[in-house]
């Protein structure tokens, strides 16, 4: 059975300069069942509710600015999965989650960045997940167990964000081995409680972790990891790093 992942997917940048979170998503990739289908829940797609594509050809989306051209000319065409998605839907209303199908959304790099990296083939067909940031990560827990009978049925689901994102704390010219206190203190702080399955202390994190709201000004980035958490259940780090002196590029597994 596939697990659920949690990936950090940092910059866009990622796609042409993979780094170590590069390799480390193909060694996963590999190692994994080859999945019929993706389902991706991206900090890039805040809603109020749930929504999920059902764009049979969905486009890829450079939904940033300021990057070298050769990022914008990178495309990542992975079919969409219409039943799939309809599966979802089903699945998620079953679960008092209301939610409904977006024909016309394409893929944020938030889905595609990481993706292009473990299936540069891009023939797996891709599912995404709305993120309804308003309701922290209890809610986002929900659906990831709403949806983890889908690992049975070959269905790989990730949750696709940042396990720390203050980007006006990032130094450009810090190397792999500098890493701020602070950003080092609330991952580790993360990883203890992952660990020990201290489900009230994750849910509470803005009060309880160390530097929880200096490493999260705002929480979207951070709430993907609860949807892969919901999805699954043993804990194992795959990955372990920054970049940039205090951006996470950690990538979790839930088996």
Do not use: C
């Amino acid at each position: 059975m596939l697990p659920s992942l949690f990936i950090s997917h940092g910059s866009p940048m990622l796609a042409l300069e993979p780094g170590a979170s590069g390799p480390a998503l193909a060694r996963l990739a590999a190692q994994l069942p080859r999945p019929r289908a993706i389902v991706v829940m991206s900090a890039h797609w805040e809603t109020t509710e749930l929504r999920v594509t059902s764009n049979p050809h969905p486009p890829t989306w450079h939904d940033f600015g300021g990057f070298p051209a050769a990022l914008y000319a990178v495309q990542y065409p992975a079919p969409g999965d219409p039943q799939l998605a309809e599966q979802v839907r089903q699945r998620l209303n079953e679960a008092g989650l209301p939610t409904t199908l977006d024909a016309k959304r394409p893929f944020d790099h938030g889905a595609w960045v990481p993706l292009s990296l473990m299936y540069p083939a891009a023939d797996i067909p891709v599912v995404q997940v709305s993120l309804p940031s308003q309701n922290g990560p209890a809610y986002q827990q929900q659906v990831g167990q709403a949806l983890a009978a889908l690992r049975e049925e070959g269905v790989l689901l990730i949750g696709s964000g940042s396990i720390t994102h203050n980007l006006r704390e990032l130094d450009w010219h810090a190397g792999p081995e500098s890493v701020e206190p602070w950003a080092l203190a609330f991952r580790d702080w993360m990883i203890d409680k992952l660990a020990a399955g201290d489900t009230p202390a994750l849910h509470d994190y803005r009060r309880q972790a160390p530097f929880a709201v200096r490493n999260h000004p705002s929480d979207e980035h951070l709430l993907p990891l609860y949807f892969a958490r919901g999805a699954g259940e043993r804990f194992a780090i795959e990955h372990q790093g920054f970049t940039l002196g205090a951006l996470g590029m950690d990538i979790y597994r839930f088996d």
